[in-house]
């Protein structure tokens, strides 16, 4: 019998509070860890958070390599109102209910959506959870 690997892709993409007084690179990189910690993996590649200020995309964006795959987040804070986006792949089976509540939190989402697909469906996707923030 085949052992599958569970593979779990977690999507979030939101609208946030203003967050130019709160964020910081070291925040940021404390809370990419905590997700580390959430989703029961190590981290491969260090948090890495660098603040973009390329024309009209500017705002922190960060990635994290870990033993099951990665993390990254992109907010944009030159919109009205300001945006998130967030990815969590792993191949373990994960709580993404807890994840979710921990992202919302952090960035102070206002509205969005979440949605989480299981990749490992042999050349396609399975909606495992989707819902409005």
Not at 36 to 61: A, K, R, W
């Amino acid at each position: 019998m085949e052992n599958k690997l569970p593979h779990q892709h977690l999507l979030i993409n939101a609208e946030t509070n203003d967050l130019k007084n709160f964020l910081t690179k070291e925040k940021i990189e404390e809370h990419l860890r905590k997700i580390v910690d959430l989703i029961e993996s190590i981290i491969i590649i260090e948090p890495q958070v660098e603040y973009c200020d390329s024309h009209n995309n500017t705002g922190f964006m960060g990635i994290c390599g870990v033993g099951t795959s990665h993390i990254s987040c992109h907010h944009w804070d030159n919109t009205i109102p300001q945006r998130l986006q967030f990815d969590i792949y792993s191949c373990t089976k994960f709580d993404f209910k807890k994840l979710s509540n921990e992202i919302i939190e952090f960035w102070q989402i206002k509205s969005g959506s979440i949605l989480v697909i299981d990749r490992s469906v042999d050349f396609g996707f399975n909606v495992i959870y989707s819902s409005n923030i």
